[in-house]
């Protein structure tokens, strides 16, 4: 990991964020790979864990944001109105001097307020106090915030108002039961009204069929990511694709 790090190895692929009622490229997240020499693929489900437990989560961050700083100043110039989220665990969140070094990036690539977003599981929960500073003053830089995977760890109500959230990822499990009848395809239809009620715009994750599409459209759900659209795919070919797409 120290040497994928060193080496340049890892870098960013891009999911399109589609407007479930246009069907226009609004966005993307921006997710982390890690390519060895010989071409094999690493998954973060593998090394993000390795990272966490070798203490090397702050040298990741930095190595993300280095990336973002690098693809997307020329993404911005063209399309000022899109926008990329980045993933952060909690302790990113909460460290003392992750505002300041985010809001260098948003210097460096010129964002303007919108541009960028930052997803956080629900686990910024358990560090609520030290996590609402920090969030206070990525707002004041224009940095949104989602919270991602929704329904899957710490899920509150007063959580949700008290740190006040953009947006709100529905989880792709949750996601690929709808319409099909099972017993968690109704936590859908649960979440759904929950963020109407406080005013949260929805994304949901991991469509990968029309039905599905139709049935989250249909009930409101504003956006959606997932191999229904687009695959995540290099800075290179999202710029490629977005003047027929955006």
């Known amino acids: 990991m120290r040497q994928a790090i060193k080496r340049d190895e ?70 000022p109105d899109f926008h990329v989220a980045l993933n952060f665990c909690a302790e990113d969140v909460c460290a003392d001097a992750f505002p300041a070094r ?33 969030i206070e003053a990525l707002r004041q830089l224009g940095v949104g915030l989602a919270i991602d995977d929704f329904g899957t760890g710490f899920s509150s109500l007063s959580y949700l108002t008290r740190l006040q959230f953009d947006a709100l990822k529905i989880d792709r499990t949750f996601v690929h039961t709808v319409d099909t009848g099972a017993v968690t395809s109704k936590i859908v239809d649960h979440i759904i009204e929950m963020s109407k009620s406080l005013g949260i715009t929805m994304i949901a994750e991991g469509v990968e069929t029309a039905a599905q599409a139709d049935y989250l459209r249909e009930r409101g759900v504003q956006y959606a990511q997932g191999w229904l659209y687009a695959k995540a795919m290099p800075i290179r070919e999202l710029l490629e694709r977005l003047p027929a797409e955006a």
């Open 10 to 79: 890892l870098s960013l692929a891009y999911q399109p964020i589609v407007d479930l009622a246009t069907g226009r490229w609004v966005g993307a997240e921006a997710l982390m790979r890690w390519t060895r020499p010989r071409g094999e693929t690493i998954s973060p489900d593998i090394f993000i864990p390795i990272a966490e437990k070798s203490g090397l989560m702050p040298a990741l961050r930095e190595r993300l944001i280095q990336l973002l700083e690098r693809d997307t100043p020329a993404l911005f110039q063209r399309h």
């Open 102 to 134: 985010l809001g260098a990036a948003v210097d460096r690539i010129g964002a303007r307020p919108g541009n960028l977003q930052v997803e956080v599981t629900e686990r910024v929960f358990m560090h609520l106090e030290d996590a609402c500073p920090s």
